[in-house]
């Protein structure tokens, strides 16, 4: 927590999800129920549902520069969580105002490609992640469609091609990285994480559901406000380590508990509040 005990404030930039499952909705709940102050800057507002995107409509840079200046010169901002991003104008906005204002911890989730398989941004959008926001960040966590597409290499469908992937995405930046093997078969559902002491798995047993609209989001924000609560002093190898493992492990119990929701027809949400109710 910071001084006085006062919950610390999060911000995520992100796209939205009328669904509720997914983008700013989720990242918010997502903050909420692991005792964070959730505050937002949309980049996109996008027409989706459980079943797929229907439609993206970009937020013009000027809105988001705007919308950034606003919070962050009022509210102190102890970590940041960057999602969808679709062109050069709003990576370099996000990137000058979080420069300017630079919070204690950044996460960037590049959503690319939604569950559905829909893709979001373009070519140059794509660049924008990789060279602009990739670097920023503290923690990047793409899953296997996101970083081949960060890397223009092909989907991994295997461990071991999943591993290859891996020293090309330490190379873009970022210090530590939370590749996702969810899109893998298997009972198994291994991520691995790439840290500046070394390479390790994070295994954790397949839970079998449906329920997996925006379970990327889920993930990058709980890192995010699980980054948030560390102490101030708190800076070291061990402590974000410890907060990625718990993120991971408050997932996989949102993926179990998302059988009490019923929401859509398609791919419904993880249980954000299984804690709460």
């Given at each position: 927590?910071?001084?006085?005990?006062?919950?610390?404030?999060?911000?995520?930039?992100?796209?939205?999800?009328?669904?509720?499952?997914?983008?700013?909705?989720?990242?918010?709940?997502?903050?909420?129920?692991?005792?964070?102050?959730?505050?937002?800057?949309?980049?996109?507002?996008?027409?989706?549902?459980?079943?797929g995107?229907r439609?993206v409509?970009p937020i013009?840079?000027?809105?988001?520069?705007?919308?950034?200046?606003?919070?962050?010169?009022?509210?102190?901002?102890?970590?940041?969580?960057?999602g969808?991003?679709?062109?050069?104008?709003?990576?370099?906005?996000?990137?000058?105002?979080?420069?300017?204002?630079r919070?204690?911890?950044?996460?960037?989730?590049?959503?690319?490609?939604?569950?559905?398989?829909?893709?979001?941004?373009?070519?140059?959008?794509?660049?924008?992640?990789?060279?602009?926001?990739?670097?920023?960040?503290?923690?990047?966590?793409?899953?296997?469609?996101?970083?081949?597409?960060?890397?223009?290499?092909?989907?991994?469908?295997?461990?071991q091609a999943?591993?290859t992937l891996?020293p090309?995405?330490t190379?873009?930046?970022?210090?530590?990285v939370v590749?996702?093997?969810?899109?893998?078969?298997?009972?198994?559902?291994?991520?691995?994480?790439?840290?500046?002491?070394?390479?390790?798995?994070?295994?954790?047993p397949?839970?079998?559901?449906?329920?997996?609209h925006?379970?990327?989001?889920?993930?990058?924000?709980?890192?995010?406000?699980?980054l948030?609560?560390?102490?101030?002093?708190?800076?070291a190898?061990?402590?974000?380590?410890?907060?990625?493992?718990?993120?991971k492990?408050?997932?996989?119990?949102?993926?179990?508990?998302s059988?009490?929701?019923d929401?859509?027809?398609g791919?419904?949400?993880v249980?954000?509040?299984?804690a709460?109710?």
């Open positions: 927590m910071s001084s006085a005990q006062t919950p610390p404030n999060v911000l995520t930039i992100a796209g939205s999800d009328p669904s509720g499952g997914a983008g700013l909705q989720g990242d918010i709940k997502t903050f909420s129920a692991l005792s964070t102050y959730a505050t937002n800057v949309i980049t996109a507002v996008i027409a989706q549902n459980t079943q995107v439609a409509h013009p840079a000027e809105m988001i520069a705007e919308q950034l200046d606003n919070l962050l010169g009022d509210v102190r901002i102890d970590a940041v969580k960057i969808m991003v679709a062109s050069m104008d709003v990576a370099t906005t996000i990137r000058d105002a979080l420069t300017r204002y919070p204690r911890w950044v996460v960037l989730d590049p959503v690319m490609v939604a569950k559905s398989g829909d893709i979001l941004v373009d070519r140059a959008g794509i660049r924008a992640v990789r060279d602009v926001l990739v670097p920023l960040a503290d923690v990047i966590t793409p899953n296997l469609p996101e970083a081949a597409v960060l890397l223009g290499a092909d989907t991994p469908r295997t461990t999943m591993a891996l090309e995405l190379h873009l930046g970022a210090p530590y590749l996702k093997g969810g899109h893998l078969s298997g009972n198994a559902c291994p991520d691995l994480l790439a840290t500046p002491q070394g390479v390790e798995w994070l295994e954790a397949r839970i079998a559901t449906q329920n997996l925006g379970t990327g989001c889920a993930l990058s924000s709980a890192v995010t406000a699980y948030a609560r560390l102490p101030a002093e708190a800076n190898h061990a402590d974000i380590h410890a907060a990625i493992g718990d993120a492990r408050w997932l996989h119990t949102a993926l179990d508990a059988v009490h929701l929401v859509g027809q791919r419904g949400p249980h954000h509040f299984h709460w109710w």
